[in-house]
């Protein structure tokens, strides 16, 4: 997905002298070749994140496009009141890129968890927030950010996630993907654990369960009226993000549901639990600790289910 992101933007570069890269002194072995080919445009900000997006917004205000590039929480959390204060507030053209977003760098610890930053982007004012799932829905979501006005936050992968799309999908802005059909259930998936909710659905259909899976790159703004439109469809409703669900995916779909009338879906909300902060491992090893491996996520929903008809 980081190879995907570069190049994408390399290839709208070429084309839009407005757009510029600053990094908080990472990214080495991804970024070269803007730094190559846009030398000119590229800014190694050094670790200093504040700085970074200062800059950023000094750009975005004399007219350039701006992308920002660090590892997880680091351009998000460090600079969230540059980002408040300095970028949503004057709705400016600065696209901040989290590269390992959840537990992508699951070794090196709490520190580098990216796991509360869905929420709290979303929550800033004018913010668009971009979970892509694969490295085809990056390319889409990464030219949808140039020609949008006002911030995004996009959220990728660290690397060699696998393709859930044979191909570059129509990503409409604000819109969910729907990835599989099923009368049962909903899974609504957001960012690179989507893989696991539509293994999850191919489990559930083994034991004669049928789950939909969407996948939900936007975050925010959320497709309320598909939420809306499978509320009283679904007896359940599952977001998963790796992420925090307080807030997050999960408390988006939970609003949007709250408020509907009449009979509707139960929602089940998996994202990352208290415990990580304290746990060391790998990627796999701390979903499994969370439940959002594809064997734990088709659990939940067969237990919720028979607790309906039991």
Known sequence: MRGSFIETLCDLAQ???????????????VLEPFAGRFGERFVNAGVAEQNMTGVAAGLAHSGKIVF????????????????????CYHKLNVNIVAVGGGLAYGSQGYTHHGIEDLAIMRNLP????????????????????????????????KSKEPDVHNGEPNILFGKAIPMREG????????????????????????????????SCPF???????A?????PKYKVIM????????????????????????????????GICDDVIHNIGDRDYLRDRCGLSAE???QTVIDALGKMTG
């Not at 002298?17 to 908080?24: C, D, M, P, S, Y």
């Open 15 to 29: 084309s839009d002298e407005r757009i510029w890269l600053l990094t908080g002194d990472l990214g080495f072995s």
């Open 68 to 87: 920002t590039y660090s590892i997880a929480n680091f351009p998000t959390l460090r600079c969230l009141e540059q980002i408040r204060n300095d970028v």
């Open 126 to 157: 004018y913010m668009t927030v971009i979970a892509p799932a694969d490295r085809h829905e990056t390319k889409a979501a990464v030219r949808l950010m140039v020609e949008k006005d006002g911030p995004c936050y996009l959220r990728i992968g």
């Open 183 to 214: 009368r049962d259930a909903l899974i609504i998936a957001t960012g690179v654990v989507l893989d696991q909710g539509i293994r999850a659905a191919d489990l559930c259909r083994a034991e004669g369960v049928e789950v939909a899976v969407w």
């Open 219 to 225: 975050v925010a703004p959320m497709d309320e009226e």
């Open 227 to 231: 939420v809306a439109r499978a509320a």
């Open 239 to 270: 977001t998963v993000e790796e992420a925090r669900p307080t807030g997050g995916l999960g408390g988006a779909v939970a609003e949007i549901i709250s408020q509907l009338p009449g009979d509707r879906a139960q929602v089940l909300r998996v």
């Open 296 to 298: 734990k996520l088709k």
